[in-house]
């Protein structure tokens, strides 16, 4: 399993090439920099996440806040799942049998609509 999207080799590449950059008498103070600043994030992140449970109540004490990770979502999946549940919907209530049974219009969407007169004209608007 990797961590963070880096697998083995990347990792010792990048372990090498730290070697190389901070050399030996650096490294392990930055190291241990960061070995701080890691266990210092989650800390923080645990605070949080435990200030929320104390503040949502006891009704959102078993909530599985992982469902909340916006990496989860899927642009595609959701307009798919919309559109599929679109589809499925029954007719509305309230229209005729008539309109029903005619299914949509079958009217090109590129074109307008003919015009049925000249347009309305009032002398009183400014």
């Known amino acids: 399993m990797s961590i963070a999207g880096i697998n083995g080799n990347e990792f010792i590449v990048l372990a090498i090439l730290a070697a190389v950059l901070l050399g030996p008498e650096k490294l392990p103070d ?5 070995a701080t600043l ?5 800390r923080l992140a645990s605070g949080a996440q435990e200030q929320l449970r104390e503040e949502l109540g006891e009704d959102f004490a078993d909530m599985d806040l992982k469902k909340f990770d916006p990496r989860q979502y899927d642009p ?7 559109l599929r549940d679109q ?40």
Request: glycine letters at 6%; hydrophobic letters at 25%; charged letters at 35%.
């Open 87 to 126: 589809l499925e919907e029954p007719p509305a209530q309230g229209f005729p049998d008539s309109a029903r049974s005619r299914g949509p219009e079958t009217r090109s969407s590129s074109s307008p609509p003919e015009p049925s007169g000249p347009a309305p004209f009032d002398d009183e608007s400014t």
């Open 76 to 82: 595609r999946r959701i307009i798919s799942e919309a």
């Open 38 to 42: 890691i266990r210092e994030l989650r």
């Open 30 to 34: 930055y190291a241990r920099k960061l």
